[in-house]
């Protein structure tokens, strides 16, 4: 059988996306089950930007699945210095059964995987964060006990692996999606995630928009959905220019109204409040963000088991 690899959402089918999602769900109701699956299996987790939950939560998942996590961390590797990517790949096969590596470039984890002969899933990219979403797209569905015929809208920074994830993860499964984000190349999603994102919305039979106007994104949207203005590779001295241009952007009370009043806040964390959203919505009664975070763990579960053709 070919090795797997989750780089983006687009390396599944729809199909296999909700068979993800439903193996997640019944992981989370009964985890015991799974507790000696990955018995002598060992996870490589590669970091080259910092992480709480991402690294938490697939090395607590290996542990209660019976196997080991590995935390490597870059500034300690040889990788990309001494070291090429192929080879690092080449050899730590020949150690591991799964790798998981965040890092910068996108063109980086896709060369890893051309050279990996054990799956590889994409921790995040500068450009695709695969995992958050369908950690995401199982809470909405607990949340809201459907997925299709929903809108979501997303306000803030639209070049953002997030933003990117979350419009092949919602087109993929038919949740509307609309973004509201400032013009300009460096603030709007990459017209490549734009043109997976509408052919998958014309097969499900939904709609991908992007506004430059919030409200008219939020307008009757079940879940609200923003992500931090300073990305992890973004240098501080971008910081102002950029609180600056996606204020306009921030999920405020104001901005929460033009919702459904039933609707749902969602951040894939770290946040900041008074930033991308105030400190009402993030603590208010509509925020599910620590729901999200604790997903990310029966998730990735599925994700490793799913790859590791243990389904
Ligand atoms: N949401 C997320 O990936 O968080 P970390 O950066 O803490 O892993
Ligand atoms: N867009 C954010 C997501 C963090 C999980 C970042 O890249 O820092």
Redesign the pocket.
Same mark, same amino acid.
């Given at each position: 059988m070919a090795i797997r690899h989750l780089l983006t959402l687009n390396d599944l089918t729809d199909k296999e996306l909700l068979d993800i999602l439903d193996f997640a769900d019944r992981i989370k109701k009964n985890p015991g089950q799974y507790a000696t699956v990955l018995k002598d299996k060992t996870l490589l987790m590669i970091f080259a930007?910092p992480?709480l939950?991402?690294r938490l939560s697939f090395e607590v998942g290996m542990t209660q699945m019976g196997g080991h996590g590995i935390y490597y961390d870059l500034s300690t590797s040889p990788m990309g210095k001494k070291e090429s990517i192929a080879d690092t790949a080449r050899t730590a096969a020949r150690y591991v059964d799964i790798v998981m590596a965040r890092l910068f470039g996108h063109e980086d984890i896709e060369e890893y995987a051309k050279y990996s002969n054990v799956p590889v899933i994409n921790a995040?990219t +500068?450009f695709a !964060?695969p995992c958050?979403i369908i950690a995401d797209l199982q809470t909405i569905r607990e949340k809201k006990k459907k997925l299709g015929g929903l809108k979501l809208a997303y306000c803030g920074?639209g070049n +953002? +692996?997030?933003?990117h994830s979350l419009i092949e993860g919602c087109t993929k499964v038919g949740i509307d999606i609309s973004v509201a984000c400032p013009r300009g190349k460096e603030v709007e999603p990459h017209d490549a995630v734009l043109g997976i994102g509408k052919k998958n919305a014309v097969r499900n039979k939904c709609k991908l928009v992007v506004t430059h106007d919030a409200g008219e994104a939020v307008k009757g949207a079940d879940i609200v959905y923003t992500?931090?203005w300073?990305?992890? !590779?973004?240098p501080k001295e971008k910081e102002s220019e950029r609180i600056a241009v996606l204020t306009p952007y921030q999920v405020n009370a104001e901005l929460m109204k033009c919702a459904k009043p039933d609707a749902i806040f969602m951040n894939?964390?770290?946040a900041m409040r008074g930033y991308e959203q105030t400190v009402d919505v993030i603590d208010g009664p509509q925020s599910i963000v620590f729901d999200q975070a604790e997903n990310r763990l029966h998730a990735q579960k599925a994700i490793m088991l799913f790859l590791l053709g243990k389904r």
């Open positions: 930007k992480s939950r991402t995040l +500068n !964060h958050q920074d +953002n +692996n997030i933003t992500d931090s300073m990305s992890y !590779h973004l894939c964390l770290p």
